[in-house]
C-alpha cells in the first residue's frame, strides 16, 4: 500500500481530495494531511510516507521550499504536486525538482481523479522497477571470479519498466525461456563445452521472432569481476537502451573497453529551452523545425521518468489549446517506454494538431500565428488583453486577425476570451477559498461587481451561489 501525505493550505481542497479520489482502487492510502511545508516535514520525521502529494504556493513554507528539504532528507519519498500555477518555468522547475507528476487544479475534475490516480502510481511502480538485484541462477558464472571470456550477449525487454525486474545471468542453453521473463534483463556466457556461433545464432533467431527483444553483443568483460559487468548492463538498459531501442534492429553491438563519450553537461536552463521550443506552434506546419525539436530533445538524454514528466506537462498545456478549440483531447498514454514511442507520439499529437487546425481554409502560417494567439491568452489570462494588441504581436491587421481567429477556433475573440476567464473562474471558486476579488482579479476582470454580473451570465449562478454548490456537490460525494 502506498501511504500519502496531502499537504494543502486550503482546507477545502484537502479535505475534498482526501474524500473524493479513489485512493484504494490505486492501492494508496491517505495517513496524514498537514497545511504548509513546515507540518508536512514534521509529519515525515514521525510517519512513513511513499508518496507526498504538495501545493506549491502555500505559506510558512511553499511546495518549491518543501521539495528541497525533502529531496534532502527523505530522498526515497515520491513527489506530485498539485497547483493553480500555470507558468510554464515554474512548472518545470517542480520536474527537475523530481515531481514525478504535476496535477493542475484548474483541470481537477472528478472524471480524471481515476486518471490522475492511475498515472502518479504507474510512474511510482515504474521508478521502483529500477531498482533490480543481482539473482545467480544455477551453472552461472561464480561473482568472485572474473570473467575468462570477452564476450556476453544481452537480451533486453522493451516496456519492463511497468514492473520490478532483475538482472539475470544464465547459461546460454536455456535462452529459449527467455520469454517466461518479460520484465528480466538476461545475460549469457558462453561456457566452455557451448559452440559460441551456433549459439549466438539460437539468440539472433528468438529476438528476431519477437521484436520485444533486442539482443547486445557485449565485448571487453575478459577480466572483469561479474558485478562490474552487471552494473554496466543495469545502467546500461535504465538509460541509453531507452533512446537506442528500435524494433527493426535485433542486434546492438557494445564494447565495455571502448572510450566512454563524453557525457556533454546538460544545464537546467538548456532543457528548459528545449521544452519550451514545443510551446510555439511552428513545429506542426514545418517538417525541418519538427525534426530539430526532436533531435535537440534527443540530445538532451534526460532519464525515462524525467522525460515522462515533462512531456506531460507539455501535454497538459497543448490540451489547454486542442481541447478548447477542437474534438479530441491531447493525452500522454504512460508509459512511454523507449524514444521509438516517445517519436510516435509526437507525430500523433502532430498529425492531430494539423488536422483539428487545418480545416479552416487558411495558411500554415496564418494558423499558427493564431494559435500563438490562443497561447497567449491562456498565459496571460489576469492581463487586460484586445483583439488590436494581440494582433500586433503576432503581426496580423485587426480586422484580418478577428476574420481568421473566429474561422479557426470557432468564436470570436472576445467571446472566446470571455468564456476561458470565466471557466478558469469557476475551478477557482471550486478549488480554492480565495475571495470573489481575488478571482476577478486573477482573471482578468478589475471590478468585482462587473465580474460577478458577467459569471451569472455565463453560468445562471452568482460565484457565491456556485461555489456553495460546488461544496455541497463535494459532501454528497464524499458521503457526508
Not at 81 to 106: C, M, N, P, S
Not at 394 to 413: A, D, H, L, P
Not at 422 to 441: E, F, R, S
Amino acid at each position: 500500500m502506498i501511504k500519502v501525505l496531502v499537504v494543502d493550505d486550503d482546507k477545502l481542497v484537502r479535505k475534498g481530495l482526501i474524500s473524493v479520489m479513489p485512493w484504494q482502487d490505486f492501492e494508496m492510502e491517505v495517513v496524514g494531511e498537514a497545511s504548509n511545508g513546515s507540518k508536512a516535514l514534521e509529519f515525515l520525521a514521525a510517519h512513513e510516507v511513499d508518496l507526498l502529494l504538495t501545493d506549491l504556493e502555500m505559506p510558512v513554507m511553499s511546495g518549491m521550499e518543501l521539495m528541497h528539504l525533502v529531496r534532502e532528507q527523505h530522498p526515497d519519498v515520491y513527489i506530485a504536486v498539485l497547483t493553480l500555477h500555470q507558468d510554464f518555468e515554474y512548472i518545470q522547475e517542480a520536474i527537475r525538482l523530481g515531481a514525478i507528476d504535476y496535477i493542475a487544479k484548474v483541470q481537477l475534475e472528478k472524471e480524471r481523479f481515476e486518471e490522475v490516480l492511475g498515472r502518479i502510481h504507474r510512474r511510482i511502480t515504474e521508478q521502483e522497477g529500477r531498482i533490480r538485484k543481482l539473482s545467480m541462477l544455477p551453472g552461472a558464472s561464480s561473482p568472485d571470479e572474473s570473467f575468462t571470456t570477452d564476450r556476453g550477449y544481452i537480451l533486453l525487454p522493451a516496456g519492463r519498466g511497468t514492473e520490478p525486474g532483475e538482472v539475470v545471468e544464465w547459461p546460454v542453453r536455456h535462452a529459449e525461456r527467455f520469454a517466461e521473463l518479460r520484465h528480466q534483463v538476461l545475460f549469457f556466457t558462453f561456457g566452455e563445452r557451448e559452440k559460441g556461433e551456433e549459439r549466438l545464432d539460437e539468440l539472433v533467431r528468438l529476438v528476431s521472432a519477437d521484436s520485444d527483444w533486442t539482443l547486445i553483443r557485449l565485448t571487453g568483460i575478459q577480466g572483469r569481476m561479474p558485478a562490474e559487468v552487471h552494473d554496466w548492463v543495469r545502467k546500461y538498459s535504465d538509460g541509453e537502451f531507452f533512446y537506442e531501442y528500435d524494433p527493426a534492429v535485433n542486434v546492438i553491438d557494445k564494447n565495455l573497453s571502448a572510450p566512454e563519450s563524453g557525457a556533454t553537461s546538460v544545464t537546467d536552463e538548456t532543457v528548459l529551452a528545449v521544452m519550451a521550443q514545443w510551446l510555439s506552434p511552428g513545429w506542426i506546419y514545418r517538417d525541418g523545425l519538427f525534426q530539430t525539436y526532436l533531435q535537440e530533445l534527443k540530445d538532451l538524454r534526460l532519464p525515462q521518468a524525467e522525460l515522462s514528466g515533462r512531456l506531460y506537462v507539455l501535454a497538459d498545456r497543448w490540451d489547454q489549446l486542442a481541447g478548447k478549440t477542437g474534438t479530441s483531447r491531447i493525452r500522454l498514454h504512460t508509459p512511454l517506454d523507449s524514444w521509438f514511442q516517445v517519436k510516435g507520439w509526437f507525430d500523433a499529437v502532430r498529425k492531430q494538431l494539423r488536422e483539428e487546425w487545418g480545416r479552416a481554409p487558411f495558411s500554415p502560417e496564418v494558423i499558427q500565428s493564431v494559435m500563438t494567439a490562443v497561447s497567449m491568452l491562456h498565459e496571460e489570462l489576469d492581463q487586460p488583453l484586445t483583439a488590436a494588441e494581440i494582433a500586433r504581436r503576432v503581426s496580423m491587421s485587426r480586422s484580418y486577425f478577428s476574420q481568421c481567429f473566429k474561422e479557426i477556433v470557432g468564436t470570436n475573440f472576445n467571446a472566446y476570451l470571455r468564456r476561458i476567464r470565466l471557466d478558469q473562474a469557476k475551478h477557482y471558486l471550486g478549488n480554492t477559498t480565495k475571495t470573489v476579488l481575488w478571482i476577478a482579479q486573477h482573471v482578468g476582470y478589475e471590478d468585482e461587481k462587473y465580474f460577478s454580473r458577467s459569471f451569472r451570465e455565463y453560468t445562471g449562478l452568482l460565484p457565491s451561489e456556485y461555489r456553495n454548490q460546488s461544496d455541497e456537490g463535494r459532501e454528497m460525494s464524499s458521503g457526508k
